[in-house]
């Protein structure tokens, strides 16, 4: 399994009441799939995972699994916590209709590496699926080396990759270079998902996609076909939609907030996330004008 170019890590829609909303989350799906999407990375950081139920987490995937309809990956992360707890989520994931699952480290507290091998490899098991290590330190606070990965990869039969989210892109060459067998990795910086794929990814996953998905289609496009003066300048175009994201917050509250301006209510942040401050709305919608988006 290697699934390739954009990959939306997909927001979930919530209503009025902070519950699922079924029709936006197909009306999202089939949007960034008629658009290009080549499959979903669901239920992570973006997706809000973590502040929902198992049941909820199950649901979700269910809904984007029957909506792509084997016309694109969907990537699971089953991240929490404890072990036992992403051993469940894979099970429910399989049975969900995942194509593959991914998790970060667990949550929280901080392990030494044997135990995180453990802990994907416990993963990889109960799945039966191809497995992902999210690597996103700025939030788990877990360095990685090569060597490491690579023993991770001995270890583990169903380890395919990693969703690699650091802009260390040296790092990123030698974690797909060090192991005995071949694996791939997912690009998981928006701000310079070119220099990503020129170091050797196959693809990008990111939050942003959701709403600019144009943007990173053309750029993997451009890329692709080895025009790189033209994918510098969809980068650009890329990167000025995030430096308005960071201008009005930078947290999940703006990104969603931003989607509900491009037509796709998918409501507020799930508690502790504080609301987007409504008398924010008219500067937000200003900049996303200036930019094409709306």
Not at 11 to 39: A, C, E, H, W
Not at 218 to 226: C, I, N, P, S
Not at 245 to 255: I, M, V, Y
Not at 260 to 278: I, K, M, Q, S
Request: glycine letters at 8%.
């Amino acid at each position: 399994m290697k699934p390739e170019g954009i990959i939306p890590a997909l927001l979930t829609p919530f209503d009025s009441n902070g519950q699922i909303s079924v029709p936006m989350l197909k009306k999202l799906t089939r949007y960034l799939l008629d658009k290009g999407s080549r499959g979903f990375f669901v239920c992570g950081s973006a997706g809000e995972g973590v502040y929902m139920t198992p049941s909820e987490r199950k649901q979700v995937l269910e809904i984007v699994a029957s909506e792509c309809a084997n016309q694109a990956t969907v990537i699971a992360h089953v991240g929490s916590m404890s072990t036992d707890e992403s051993v469940a989520l894979a099970k429910d994931a399989r049975a969900a209709g995942a194509h593959a699952v991914a998790s970060m480290p667990p949550l929280v507290f901080k392990q030494p590496w044997p135990a995180i091998i453990k802990h994907i490899q416990a993963i990889a098991e109960a799945s039966e699926l191809p497995t992902y290590y999210y690597h996103l330190p700025i939030i788990t606070n877990v360095i990685i080396t090569a060597d490491e990965v690579a023993e991770m990869v001995a270890a583990i039969p169903g380890l395919v990759g990693l969703k690699y989210s650091s802009p260390d892109l040296f790092l990123l060459w030698g974690v797909l270079e060090r192991p005995k067998r071949t694996i791939h990795a997912l690009y998981g910086c928006d701000q310079q998902l070119y220099h990503g794929l020129m170091a050797g990814a196959c693809g990008g996953i990111g939050s942003t996609y959701n709403y600019q998905i144009e943007n990173f289609v053309a750029l993997y496009e451009a890329t692709k076909r080895g025009d790189h003066a033209e994918a510098l300048l969809w980068q650009d175009k890329v990167n000025k939609v995030v430096e308005v994201l960071f201008k009005h917050g930078g947290n999940r509250a703006t990104e969603k907030a931003m989607m509900t301006l491009r037509g796709y209510d998918v409501g507020a942040a799930r508690r502790p996330n504080l609301p987007f401050p409504e008398d924010g709305i008219p500067a937000l919608r200003k900049d996303m004008e200036q930019l094409g988006l709306l």
